[in-house]
């Protein structure tokens, strides 16, 4: 089952712009999470949101959570070729139920 | 250790064959997961395992049987699998309750021929 859609589906942008990307998910929550995962391999975890939480810092990623529209915001600033990945929100209902939303594309050209 | 190991990282297999699939952590999380993903979509959950027991099966077929020996090991046992079971098998640990993230292995893609 799928819990949240990502927009856009694909995003390319030149090394130094931000990249943001959103998710949208149906049913609340108890933490909203994103991970990255390069070339279909594992994924890595990135941020977690705490669901009485809205802004969240780590390094250069910037995470926001509004939970009255169901939505989230990840926030890339100065971007890398290594930041080139898929990037997937994931959502936790209920016990231990980790679903993750349609994922972004990021593409960074050098 | 910060890892989830999964083996083998690559498995091509026969219709009639069966094979099994291994993932071990050392990080002294109780849940450990299952999840499979097909090409440009996200990983779905399959099962969750809690302090080594199966808490959630998503109505998985039985062709997949799910086994949990001790709280670091999770093996994924495949039998009489169909073509359409080709995809990437992710496994994942996590502490049982609170909000931490997902640690996940690299994955076991997997090929029925």
């Known amino acids: 089952s799928q819990q949240g859609e990502e927009d856009p589906q694909a995003l390319s942008i030149q090394e130094g712009e931000n990249a943001t990307m959103n998710c949208s998910y149906k049913?609340?929550?108890?933490?909203l999470q994103w991970y990255r995962q390069n070339s279909g391999r594992g994924l890595v975890h990135l941020i977690l949101i705490r669901s009485n939480e809205r802004e969240k810092h780590s390094g250069r990623l910037r995470v926001t959570l509004d939970t009255s529209k169901k939505s989230s915001s990840l926030l890339i600033t100065a971007s890398r070729a290594a930041d080139t990945a898929s990037y997937f929100c994931a959502t936790v209902t209920g016990f231990q139920k980790l679903v993750f939303g349609t994922g972004t594309r990021l593409l960074v050209s050098p | 250790d910060t890892e989830v190991t999964q083996t083998p990282k690559h498995l091509v297999m026969g219709m009639t064959n069966k094979k099994s699939l291994k993932c071990e952590q050392h990080?002294?999380?109780?849940?450990m997961y299952w999840y499979k993903q097909k090409a440009k979509k996200p990983p779905e959950l399959m099962f969750v395992y809690s302090y080594e027991k199966l808490s959630i099966n998503e109505s998985v077929p039985s062709r997949f049987s799910p086994e949990c020996p001790n709280s670091s090991l999770l093996n994924l046992h495949l039998h009489a699998l169909q073509p359409e079971d080709s995809a990437l098998y992710l496994c994942?640990?996590?502490?049982?309750?609170?909000?931490?993230?997902?640690?996940f292995g690299s994955g076991t893609r997997l090929t029925v021929v």
């Open positions: 990080m002294g999380h109780r849940a």
């Open positions: 994942a640990s996590s502490r049982p309750v609170g909000d931490y993230g997902y640690t």
């Open positions: 049913t609340s929550i108890n933490n």
